[in-house]
């Protein structure tokens, strides 16, 4: 048996050509000239023209056994999070005992499906769990157009019929528009839907989630909710709580929560404390005025437990750097011998942070020095948070992979 091996490698080259050669000679290089089981590629926007062939290239130039990927607006390569620039990122890992299925999904409303139900929307390639049993360590890596898929549906029906399986990745986020999305799976450029491989054997996953936001005020309970209304915490009228809350608030507090106003849903309903880590943010979009009830971007059910929270970019920095220190695994002996891969929320980096390449740097830092690394940044990161897989907003999640 061959040891397991990662690698990264990205060029910062406008000329693709020329970025692309670069980037696949470091990660040979990188992989002591062996061809990669698994290649992931992420690219900017600004080599949009070589989209439709560029896959097709990178595994011809790498002999990659199974390729996936996507464009983002800006690409993660190492410790540098390379904004708003033309950039190739390449990361990859070759390993004989890693058993890789790779697939491509679609989805269209279920023929005699009711709307609302779990089955009123069909996927298309959607992989056959009950003939692929998946077992501790296996893992699923997904990739996905905004304007087309439903990620969030599609990873409750993935928790339905496998319960426990980690999911990571993002949904792509160069795309202005339905149908200029890259997706990259094999040799070909997809526009629609998505794409992803499920991993088994030989590497094993531990995701690492850290979110953007604190709460404020005090916990509250949904007394009374209808799809995506809130309309009654604790007994009391939604929007009367939070106008309370937010005449409760100092002044510069009280506008970051009107400047962009969040509701925590708790994601264990065991607990009876809380901290940051313990919701998954969702926006406010308005008020129902008849009703007085808040309307969020996902559906909520009454006895959930619920808190306002506020983005705060220190809060973020903090628990990003506590989660990894509580994921609690030494560096690997050599830099080879574990990779990451790190999606971040496009609204993180600078346009949140005055310091560079926040969020990789201090993954790398928690790694170790030439860990290889690379990412994207996403229109909605997935990754677990409780007990499930879930799409998140201006979190990072980090994949780190080692050997079995």
């Not at 360590?137 to 549906?153: E, K, R």
């Amino acid at each position: 048996m061959t040891d397991t091996r990662f690698a990264s490698a990205f060029s910062l080259r406008h000329d693709c050509t020329l970025a692309l050669r670069e980037a696949c000679e470091t990660l040979k290089e990188g992989l002591g000239g062996r061809s990669p089981d698994l290649l992931v590629l992420f690219v900017s926007p600004h080599h949009a023209a070589e989209y439709d062939e560029l896959a097709s290239r990178v595994g011809s130039m790498t002999g990659a056994r199974v390729l996936v990927g996507c464009a983002g607006e800006s690409v993660i390569g190492g410790s540098r999070e390379l904004e708003r620039t033309p950039a190739i990122s390449l990361w990859a890992v070759v390993c004989e005992d890693l058993d890789l299925h790779p697939f491509r999904l679609m989805a269209h409303p279920a023929e005699g499906g009711a709307p609302g139900n779990e089955d009123s929307i069909a996927y298309p390639g959607h992989l056959d769990f009950s003939n692929l049993p998946h077992r501790p360590g296996d893992s699923l890596l997904l990739f996905a157009d905004p304007y087309s898929f439903p990620v969030s549906d599609y990873l409750e029906k993935l928790h339905r019929e496998a319960p426990g399986l980690p999911v990571t990745g993002g949904l792509a986020s160069a795309a202005r528009q339905p149908g200029e999305s890259a997706l990259f799976l094999g040799g070909e450029r997809r526009n629609q839907g998505a794409v992803g491989v499920y991993m088994r054997g030989g590497i094993e996953l531990t995701n690492v989630i850290s979110q953007a936001y604190r709460p404020i005020g005090r916990p509250w309970v949904i007394t009374s909710a209808s799809g995506t209304l809130v309309k009654k915490l604790g007994g009391k009228t939604a929007h009367s709580v939070l106008l309370n809350t937010l005449n409760s608030l100092p002044a510069e507090v009280r506008a970051s929560l009107r400047m962009a106003p969040m509701l925590g849903v708790a994601w264990d309903p065991m607990r009876s404390e809380f901290d940051a880590s313990d919701f998954l943010a969702h926006p406010i979009r308005g008020i129902a005025p008849q009703e007085e009830a808040l309307v969020l971007t996902s559906q909520v059910r009454v006895g959930q437990t619920v808190q306002f929270m506020i983005r705060d970019p220190r809060s973020a920095g903090d628990d990003l750097s506590q989660r990894l220190q509580r994921y609690g695994e030494s560096p690997p002996a050599h830099p080879s011998q574990a990779g990451a891969l790190v999606f971040t929320c496009n609204g993180r980096g600078s346009r949140m942070f005055d310091e560079p390449d926040h969020d990789s740097s201090r993954v790398q830092a928690h790694l170790g020095e030439g860990v290889p690394m690379a990412g994207f940044f996403a229109g909605g990161e997935i990754g677990v948070l409780g007990d499930r897989s879930q799409l998140q907003g201006f979190t990072a999640s980090t994949a780190v992979y080692r050997a079995r």
